[in-house]
């Protein structure tokens, strides 16, 4: 099991440019979520998925964010124009059905200079 | 929604000594209460769990309780270890809601060797 697996580690990019941060949930998993993490919010949820079908996007702080689901084994979250304030951990894990543990993926440390 | 309160935000132990952790809910249809370890910089991880069908449950140093009547369950770690020292997350999930985790705002540990 390779557990959730997110590239890139590492985004640094100029204001206003568009970042795409990726994801691959565990196989079998039928449940996705994206969340920030910063000092002064903590971890937030974002957006949460079931069966690539988007459940619960009130977390998305504004139209800038997006998120997609096109498979079972891909996701991805966009942010177009990023701005400074955007500058976070993203985390995405995945989990099964009917109150399981969510498993994190190894994060998107994004800067936006 | 469920909300969930972490006490305290900061703590520090000397090393052998014990630490505890408690969490509130608000919400007594959740049923299924994760607790994570986040290491500096890495992601959060799973340690232990409960459901409410449990009272307590151990796993070597690391226990939980759970008292549905009051509302709140407890992290406990004995002989506590320099590697202990992280940041550590409690959770609770409300049945049938898709298995979003509602999160506390974290505690971060320091043992001090």
């Known amino acids: 099991d390779a557990g959730v697996i997110q590239s890139p580690r590492h985004e640094v990019t100029e204001m206003g440019q568009e970042v795409t941060l990726r994801c691959k949930p565990i196989?079998?998993?039928?449940?996705l979520f994206w969340y920030r993490q910063t000092m002064m919010r903590g971890l937030e949820l974002l957006i949460y998925?079931?069966?690539?079908?988007?459940?619960?996007d009130s977390g998305m702080p504004e139209d800038r964010f997006s998120a997609k689901m096109p498979n079972a084994s891909f996701s991805t979250l966009k942010i177009q124009p990023s701005e400074p304030r955007d500058s976070a951990v993203y985390f995405c894990?995945?989990?099964?059905?009917?109150?399981?543990?969510?498993?994190f993926g190894d994060g998107t440390r994004l800067s936006i200079l | 929604g469920e909300n969930v309160e972490q006490h305290p935000s900061t703590l520090s132990v000397q090393e052998g000594d014990s630490a505890v952790i408690k969490c509130t809910y608000s919400?007594?249809?959740?049923?299924?209460f994760p607790w994570y370890k986040q290491e500096l910089g890495k992601r959060p991880q799973l340690i232990i769990d409960?459901?409410?069908?449990?009272g307590e449950k151990k796993d070597q140093r690391i226990a939980v309780t759970l008292n549905k009547t009051a509302k709140h369950f407890s992290l406990h770690i004995t002989e506590t270890q320099p590697e202990d020292s992280a940041v550590y997350f409690c959770?609770?999930?409300?049945?049938?809601?898709?298995?979003?985790?509602?999160f506390g705002t974290g505690t971060s540990l320091t043992v001090i060797p």
């Open positions: 409960i459901r409410s069908n449990v």
């Open positions: 196989s079998g998993h039928d449940y």
């Open positions: 959770a609770a999930s409300i049945p049938n809601t898709g298995n979003q985790f509602y």
């Open positions: 998925f079931n069966n690539n079908v988007p459940i619960d």
């Open positions: 894990a995945s989990s099964g059905t009917g109150s399981q543990p969510q498993h």
């Open positions: 919400d007594s249809a959740s049923n299924y």
